[in-house]
């Protein structure tokens, strides 16, 4: 096999054999390159490092309370109509009223499965969903007369919910 032959056969080994010098050097650039750029990002970290524990960093502040910012301080629940702040405790409500009828309220605890119904419900009784996400989930029976009462219903009509512990919520 002739010198010719070889060559033509292994194109790497040529490449590197003609340009062997240029191959070095610019290997020799990028290994400067990576070193550099790993000095950096060391030198960023050993920086930013602060304190025995490694952790870094400023600490978060945790604000105080004063006894005059507890006196200035708004309710967390505010109430949708003029009447009093609704409670994140809950009262039990007793009465509702609207559109000029009163309906006692009776409890029913919402199952696991989220399913509540006003079956077996007596006319002038109202349902309080307890355990809803929402304070205040009532329902009527579907009855005629509850029917046409809600459809008459305009916007501005108040509703009244009156509680066991005598409190009284307005909504219109």
């Given at each position: 096999?002739?010198?010719?032959?070889?060559?033509t056969?292994?194109?790497?080994?040529?490449?590197?054999?003609?340009?062997?010098?240029?191959?070095?050097i610019?290997?020799?650039?990028?290994?400067?390159?990576?070193?550099?750029?790993?000095?950096?990002?060391?030198l960023?970290?050993?920086?930013?490092?602060?304190?025995?524990?490694?952790?870094?960093?400023?600490?978060t502040?945790?604000?105080?309370r004063?006894?005059?910012?507890?006196?200035?301080?708004?309710?967390?629940?505010v109430?949708?109509?003029?009447?009093?702040?609704?409670?994140?405790?809950?009262?039990?409500?007793?009465?509702?009223?609207l559109?000029?009828?009163?309906?006692?309220?009776?409890?029913?605890?919402?199952?696991?499965?989220?399913?509540?119904?006003?079956a077996?419900?007596?006319?002038?009784?109202?349902?309080?969903?307890?355990?809803?996400?929402?304070?205040?989930?009532?329902?009527?029976?579907?009855?005629?007369?509850?029917r046409?009462?809600?459809?008459q219903?305009?916007?501005?009509?108040?509703?009244?919910?009156?509680?066991r512990?005598?409190?009284?919520h307005?909504?219109?």
């Amino acid at each position: 096999m002739s010198n010719d032959e070889q060559q033509t056969q292994n194109p790497i080994r040529r490449f590197i054999n003609e340009r062997g010098l240029v191959l070095l050097i610019g290997l020799a650039i990028l290994g400067l390159i990576l070193i550099c750029v790993i000095g950096i990002l060391l030198l960023n970290t050993l920086n930013q490092t602060d304190g025995a524990d490694g952790s870094g960093g400023t600490p978060t502040p945790i604000p105080t309370r004063s006894e005059s910012d507890a006196v200035q301080e708004e309710a967390i629940v505010v109430g949708v109509s003029d009447s009093t702040t609704v409670s994140v405790t809950l009262d039990a409500p007793s009465s509702l009223q609207l559109g000029g009828q009163s309906f006692t309220v009776q409890t029913q605890v919402l199952s696991a499965d989220g399913i509540w119904s006003t079956a077996g419900i007596g006319d002038g009784t109202a349902v309080w969903i307890y355990g809803s996400i929402i304070n205040y989930v009532l329902g009527l029976p579907v009855a005629g007369n509850n029917r046409a009462l809600i459809e008459q219903m305009v916007p501005g009509d108040e509703i009244v919910l009156t509680m066991r512990g005598g409190g009284k919520h307005t909504f219109v």
